[in-house]
């Protein structure tokens, strides 16, 4: 958050919990620095909120700090886990003012377990509770005056929550705030199979051809096949998520005019902290020297791994290059 205000973005909504001395300390100053921040974050317990608004009121806010109830469910992550928790924290906050402000509702829905069929199932109930939510706290007016903001996560599900949400039933004015990390980079793996099983379940998104596609890849030389089934890469948990193993995609060999597609069989078995595993077909190409270049999955936890990412055109010629600050 520091590094998006150092570079002047002025609306921030923290999809978290605002915890901590010394975060209180730097949001409540630059809320007090600068007139035009407008900032949001989360609350799912009493005790949060009391620190929260102790924070404003010793920092003598002229302006409430934002916050959305997070709602949640049994087993899940963070958020409230039943109507009555939640409004009884939605009664805190309104409690809390001038220091506070209830502003909206908010919930992650990527994280359910199953195949796609159950997860949609799961989420359409929980987005169902975050509508529940909102709407018993418009009834009972716990929200502050102005638009009131609707939020859910992640890549997987966005076309539910907008239509959830779009018919969510409130009086007021409010607008849908979806969260999806993938739309930079998108991936080979998880949210390319999650993007298949959205345009299922969307005829609209379905239209639209053939969607989103993977923008980050992670080059490696092969540096041993010490086995006619077996390559060895220069490439490790220290260079590429892993909670799904990267997909082989492409290969060339240097001084190639442009890289050729990965046969069959070429899989990724295993990654140690600095080699990656990979199973060949015995025919394979693929000698000690050449490049292969992997799709990777889960976009972030490859980002937070390089300082400096190269940007290549169609031909792979590096035109430029970006820096990352996770």
């Known amino acids: 958050m520091q590094v998006a205000r150092d570079f002047g973005v002025s609306r921030i909504v923290l999809a978290n919990q605002l915890i901590g001395r010394q975060a209180l300390r730097y949001v409540v100053s630059e809320l007090k620095r600068d007139p035009g921040f407008d900032f949001y974050c989360l609350v799912d317990s009493v005790e949060n909120v009391r620190a929260l608004a102790a924070a404003a009121r010793e920092a003598g806010l002229s ?46 829905e990527g994280l359910f377990p199953g195949d796609a069929a159950k997860q949609a199932a799961a989420v359409a109930g929980f987005l169902d509770f975050l509508v529940q939510v909102a709407v018993a706290a418009e009834h009972e007016s716990l929200f502050a005056p102005g638009s009131l903001i609707l939020s859910a996560g992640g890549s997987a599900f966005y076309d539910m929550v907008a239509e959830r949400f779009r018919h969510a039933g409130i009086a007021r004015e409010f607008f849908v705030l979806t969260r999806s990390g993938c739309y930079l980079t998108h991936d080979s793996v998880l949210y390319r199979d999650a993007f298949a099983a959205l345009s299922e379940r969307s005829p609209q998104a379905a239209s639209l051809g053939s969607g989103l596609m993977p923008a980050l890849e992670v080059w490696a030389y092969v540096q041993s096949r010490p086995e006619p089934t077996k390559c060895l890469l220069t490439m490790g948990k220290r260079d590429v998520s892993y909670d799904d193993l990267p997909v082989a995609l ?77």
């Open 63 to 108: 302006r409430p700090l934002q916050v959305l109830l997070e709602g949640g469910y049994p087993g899940g992550r963070t958020g409230c886990r039943d109507l009555a928790g939640a409004l009884a924290i939605s009664h805190a906050v309104k409690d809390a003012a001038p220091d506070l402000a209830l502003r909206g509702v908010e919930g992650f």
């Open 250 to 326: 492409h290969w060339c060999r240097p001084g190639d005019a442009k890289p050729r597609p990965v046969g069959d069989g070429h899989t990724v078995t295993g990654l140690n902290d600095q080699h990656c595993h990979m199973t060949v077909p015995t025919v394979s190409p693929l000698r000690v020297g050449d490049m292969v270049g992997f799709g990777i999955s889960h976009p972030c936890l490859t980002f937070d791994k390089w300082q400096v990412i190269c940007i290549v055109d169609d031909d792979y010629t590096v035109t430029s290059a970006i820096r990352t600050f996770f």
